[in-house]
């Protein structure tokens, strides 16, 4: 089972709202990863939890809070977005450790539009 | 930081005829790379991955190859068919799936 998931699939917010969004997966992955995709663009990696602790943040703006409540869930809360924070949210996950990378399976991503 | 650098960005190819999608990366550090493929409002989907310990790595229709030397990796798909058309990216990391670099992606489109 390669199944990361993600909710909700589609999201609209006003820009003084909070949100959050959700991903959980079952693969015993330690690596889980938050990334932003704008349209006709690559993802872009955002934040990056490893045994369940932030090891990576990639200087994101703090209206994006990442929590990583146990080693199969990792949440995004969302607070005084901009509109063009509006995106597709990806979350994946991986194996952690090694010397070598491991795969990363993404989830089906969040539609966010700030409006 | 890594730099991966991806051609061309469009492609269209008759069906049946081959593509080929070529990176480059900028750190000699990195030692795994994989190739996604995104259809329209859907994931990126893993279809092959290399490591550095390897040249070339061959899945049905789908090759990589990479030389470390140069830093090129390139993918090749063979006999190419409607449901190849998609956006495919490359990436480069260094390790341990840490910090993926993603190439700026190939549009690819096969045309029956």
Redesign the interface.
């Known amino acids: 089972d390669t199944e990361v998931t993600q909710t909700p699939k589609h999201l609209v917010m006003g820009m003084t709202n909070k949100k959050s969004l959700k991903c959980e997966q079952h693969m015993g992955h330690r690596a889980m990863y938050w990334y932003k995709q704008k349209a006709k663009k690559p993802p872009e990696l955002m934040f990056v939890y490893s045994y369940e602790k932030l090891s990576i943040n990639e200087s994101v703006p703090s209206r994006f809070s990442p929590e990583c409540p146990n080693s199969s869930l990792l949440n995004l809360h969302l607070h005084a977005l901009q509109p063009e924070d509006s995106a597709l949210y990806l979350c994946a996950s991986s194996q952690a450790g090694g010397r070598s990378g491991n795969t990363i399976y993404f989830g089906e991503g969040s539609w966010l539009t700030v409006v | 930081g890594e730099n991966v650098e991806q051609h061309p960005s469009t492609l269209s190819v008759q069906e049946g005829d081959s593509a080929v999608i070529k990176c480059t990366y900028s750190d000699s550090a990195s030692?795994?790379?994989?190739w996604?493929k995104q259809e329209l409002g859907?994931?990126?989907?893993?279809i092959i991955?290399i490591?550095?310990n390897v040249g070339e790595k061959k899945d049905q229709r789908i090759a990589v190859t990479l030389n470390k030397t140069a830093k090129h990796f390139s993918l090749h798909i063979t006999e190419t068919q409607p449901e190849d058309s998609a956006v495919y990216?490359c990436a480069a990391?260094?390790?341990?799936?840490?910090?993926?670099?993603?190439?700026?992606?190939t549009r690819v489109l096969v045309k029956p």
């Open positions: 030692n795994y790379f994989p996604y859907k994931r990126p989907q893993l991955d490591r550095s990216f990391s260094m390790r341990a799936g840490n910090k993926l670099t993603f190439g700026g992606g």
